[in-house]
C-alpha cells in the first residue's frame, strides 16, 4: 500500500523515437546487403564532428555522390529538402544534422520504400514533399494573398455585370483563382499522414502525438518558382534513370542546345503550377491540385538516384570469405576477364523526329509511365519525311498494333478571322462563335518573349487502341489521355461523359481529318443536315465542323488544327481544366500545323508484327493487280471479285486495267 508505481513506462525521448523508427526502416525497407552497403557508403562519405563524436553528409558532399551537375545549381534545393525530410517524424525540429540515422529517413523516403512500414500512409507523400520544398516568407505570402484578392473581386465584378447566367469569355486567366475551392480552407487541418503513420508504427501514444508534435503548417508556405524551376530541370534529366546507371552518363544533356532544350521545357512544365509573371510561388493548393492528374510520376526519378546510397562502391563481390593477398598466389593466378559494360540501346530509338526530343520524352514520363517510354518509342510517322497526308499517316501507322504517341506542333493564327486562302476556308469551317486565344504567356521567360502570333504551341494524345478509319463511331478507351507540352504542360484524361475520343476520317466523309474529343463526322453531320428544314441552313451545317468542349482537330490536308477548351462546359469526351490545374478558363487555338508525328509504344516483337503486316498487304495487293479472270467483261469480272471478298467494302483491289 502506497508503493509508488514504479512499472510505469518511461515516455520515449525523441532520439530513442528516431533510433527506434530509423531501425524499423533500415530492417523492413532495406534488403540486408542493402544495409550493409549502406552503412558502407555513409562511413566512406561522412565527416567527423571530434568534439560531439557526430558523423554527417554534407551539401558538397551528397552534391558530388549524387553527380549533381554544377550547371544546374540546384545542389542548395535538394540539400534544403533533405535536412527537412531528415528531422521526420520531429519536423518542426527542421533542418536536421544529416547523421547516420537521418540519411536512414532521407533515402527511404526519397525512393518510395516507407510504404512497407507506413501502410497507412503509403499514396501521399506530397505534402512532405511541398514542405521539403517551401518556405515561410510572410513577404512573399503577403503578396499572393493581395494577388489573390485582387483576382477575386476582379472575376466577382465580372460576373456581376455580365449576369449570373451569362458566359464572358473575356476573363482569360482571371479565374485562376486557388481560393476559390472551398476545400482550401481545410487544407492544412489534418495532421501530416506519414508522421501519424510512423507513430502508429511504433504504437506511440495519441496524447504524445498530440502534445508534443507540431509539424510547419502549410499557410503562408509557398515554394519559390526558380528553387522549383531547378529542381524541374534536374527531375527532368532523372526521369530516365535506371538503378546503378550514373548521372554523370547523361551528360551531354546539360551541354550546349541540349541544356536550352532542358531550360524551355522546365519552363512549361513550371507554368503549369503558375504564372512566375504574377505570382512569386507555388502554393500548396496549387501544388496538390496540379501534381495527381498532370504530374502523377513527377518525382518517380528521385526513386533511382537516392537507391545509389544502397550500392557501395567499395564493395568487391569477386572476393570469397577467406582469400588473402599473396603476391605469389597473384603472380600465379591468371588475368581475369576485362568487363564489358553492356551497351544500353538509346533513350530515344529515332532521332529523326522533329518534335520529340530526350527533354520531352521526359516531361511525357511524368503523367505516362515510363517503362512504356524510355528505349520503347519507335517513330512510326513524321510529316516531314513522309508527306503531311492522311494516306501516308494510315500506310505507316495503321498496322502498329501498341499504343502510340500522337503529336502535332504548330504556330498560332491570327485571333481575327483570315479571309481568303487556306486558312480563311479553315476558319469557314469552325463554328462562328469563337473562343479567345489562351493568354497565360507561358512559363515565364520561354515563351513568353515571344509575338501572340509566333508562339509555338504543342498538343498530343496518348492512343492505347491500333489507329483505324472511323467509319460509324469513334474508337480510344478510357485510358487515351489528350494533353498538351507548350508552351504550357496540361493534361486532359478521358471521362466519362461521352465515348467521342479519337476519330480518323477521309475523305468523302464530312469535314475529313483526325480529331479527338470531337462528335464522329458522319454523325454530326447527319444530327446537323437533319436539324435544319431549310437546304441554305443544311448546306451552312454541312460545312461547319463540330467541335468537342476539350478537343483537338487536324484538317485532312495537315495544314491547320485548333484545340478547343470549354472550361463553361466542364469537359466532354476528355475532362477540362487538367484535373485542377490553373488554367480555369474558356480558350482556343487555332494553329498553322508545323510538324506532325507519331510514335509507337513498343520494343521488337511490336515492330516485327508491323513488318509481317506490311508485307502481307503488299503481297494481297499484288495478288489482286495480277488477277484475270479473262472474261472481257469488266462488269462481271469485278462483280466475281466482290463475291470473292478481294474487293469492295473497304478493299480497294488495286487495278482493274
Known amino acids: 500500500m502506497g508503493q509508488a508505481h514504479s512499472d510505469e513506462a518511461t515516455p520515449l525521448s525523441k532520439e530513442e523515437i528516431i533510433a527506434q523508427l530509423a531501425e524499423k526502416f533500415a530492417r523492413r525497407c532495406f534488403e540486408p546487403l542493402e544495409l550493409y552497403s549502406f552503412k558502407d557508403t555513409f562511413k566512406s562519405l561522412a565527416d567527423h564532428e571530434p568534439s560531439t563524436g557526430i558523423r554527417y553528409l554534407k551539401e558538397d558532399t551528397i552534391a558530388r555522390f549524387l553527380e549533381l551537375p554544377d550547371i544546374l545549381a540546384v545542389s542548395p534545393v535538394i540539400f534544403s529538402m533533405l535536412s527537412y525530410i531528415g528531422a521526420f517524424p520531429f519536423l518542426e525540429d527542421a533542418p536536421a544534422v544529416l547523421g547516420f540515422e537521418q540519411m536512414i529517413m532521407v533515402v527511404t523516403i526519397m525512393t518510395g520504400r516507407y510504404a512497407k512500414v507506413l501502410t497507412k500512409s503509403a499514396s501521399n507523400r506530397r505534402k512532405l514533399l511541398f514542405k521539403s520544398l517551401a518556405v515561410y516568407d510572410r513577404k512573399l505570402s503577403e503578396i499572393e494573398k493581395q494577388r489573390q484578392q485582387s483576382e477575386t473581386k476582379t472575376v466577382a465584378e465580372t460576373k456581376a455585370s455580365a449576369g449570373d447566367n451569362a458566359r464572358s469569355h473575356a476573363l482569360g486567366f482571371a479565374v485562376d483563382m486557388a481560393g476559390d475551392d472551398p476545400d482550401d480552407e481545410n487544407a492544412d487541418d489534418d495532421d501530416d499522414e506519414l508522421v501519424l503513420g ?11 502525438k ?7 503548417t502549410t499557410h503562408g508556405a509557398m515554394i519559390p518558382a526558380d528553387n522549383f524551376r531547378k529542381l524541374i530541370m534536374l527531375l527532368l534529366l532523372v526521369a530516365p534513370l535506371e538503378a546503378q546507371e550514373n548521372l554523370s552518363s547523361y551528360a551531354d544533356r546539360v551541354q550546349g542546345a541540349e541544356l536550352e532544350c532542358l531550360r524551355a521545357t522546365a519552363e512549361d512544365v513550371l507554368s503549369a503550377f503558375l504564372d512566375v509573371e504574377r505570382s512569386p510561388g507555388i502554393t500548396f493548393t496549387q501544388f496538390r491540385r496540379v501534381l495527381p492528374v498532370s504530374f502523377p510520376f513527377l518525382f518517380d526519378g528521385f526513386n533511382p538516384l537516392f537507391e545509389h546510397f544502397l550500392f557501395s562502391k567499395n564493395l568487391d563481390f569477386t572476393k570469397r570469405r577467406g582469400d588473402a593477398p599473396n603476391a605469389n598466389a597473384n603472380a600465379n593466378r591468371k588475368p581475369a576477364a576485362p568487363q564489358v559494360d553492356i551497351q544500353q540501346p538509346p533513350l530515344l530509338q529515332d532521332a529523326g523526329g522533329q518534335i520529340m526530343n530526350l527533354s520531352v520524352l521526359s516531361q511525357l514520363s511524368f503523367f505516362l509511365p515510363g517503362s512504356d517510354l524510355f528505349r520503347r518509342l519507335r517513330l512510326l510517322y513524321s510529316g516531314a519525311d513522309a508527306g503531311f497526308s492522311m494516306g501516308s499517316f494510315e500506310a505507316k501507322v495503321f498496322n502498329w498494333r501498341a499504343p502510340t504517341i500522337f503529336l502535332v506542333s504548330g504556330t498560332r493564327l491570327s485571333s481575327d478571322s483570315p479571309t481568303g486562302g487556306s486558312a480563311g476556308v479553315f476558319a469557314d469551317s469552325l463554328p462562328p462563335k469563337r473562343l479567345p486565344n489562351d493568354n497565360s504567356g507561358g512559363g515565364g521567360g520561354g515563351s513568353g518573349d515571344r509575338g501572340e502570333e509566333d508562339r509555338r504551341l504543342v ?28 508552351p ?10 461521352n465515348a467521342d475520343r479519337v476519330a480518323f476520317a477521309k475523305p468523302p466523309f464530312p469535314m475529313p481529318g483526325i480529331s479527338f474529343g470531337c462528335p464522329h463526322p458522319r454523325s454530326s453531320h447527319a444530327m446537323s443536315s437533319s436539324s435544319s428544314s431549310s437546304k441554305r441552313s443544311s448546306d451552312h451545317f454541312a460545312a461547319t465542323r463540330q467541335l468537342g468542349p476539350v478537343s483537338l482537330l487536324v484538317d485532312s490536308s495537315f495544314e491547320f488544327g485548333v484545340f478547343t477548351h470549354d472550361y463553361t462546359s466542364r469537359g466532354g469526351a476528355f475532362a477540362a481544366g487538367g484535373g485542377g490545374g490553373r488554367r480555369r ?6 494553329f498553322r500545323v508545323d510538324d506532325l508525328e507519331v510514335w509507337g509504344c513498343g520494343g521488337d516483337e511490336e515492330a516485327r508484327v508491323q513488318r509481317e503486316r506490311w508485307a502481307w498487304e503488299a503481297r494481297e495487293a499484288e495478288a489482286r493487280r495480277r488477277v484475270n479472270l479473262g472474261t472481257g467483261d469488266r462488269a462481271a469480272d469485278r462483280a466475281l471479285l466482290e463475291m470473292a471478298g478481294l474487293v469492295g467494302g473497304n478493299r480497294s483491289g488495286g487495278s482493274m486495267g
Open 198 to 208: 510512423a507513430f502508429d508504427s511504433l504504437d506511440i501514444n495519441d496524447a504524445f
Open 210 to 216: 498530440a502534445g508534443d508534435v507540431h509539424s510547419a
Open 459 to 486: 498538343f498530343g494524345a496518348y492512343v492505347t487502341q491500333p489507329w483505324r478509319q472511323t467509319h460509324k463511331e469513334c474508337f480510344g478507351t478510357a485510358e487515351t489521355v489528350l494533353f498538351q507540352l507548350s
Open 488 to 497: 504550357t504542360h496540361d493534361v486532359f484524361p478521358a471521362s466519362a461523359l
Open 585 to 590: 478558363a474558356d480558350f482556343q487555338e487555332r
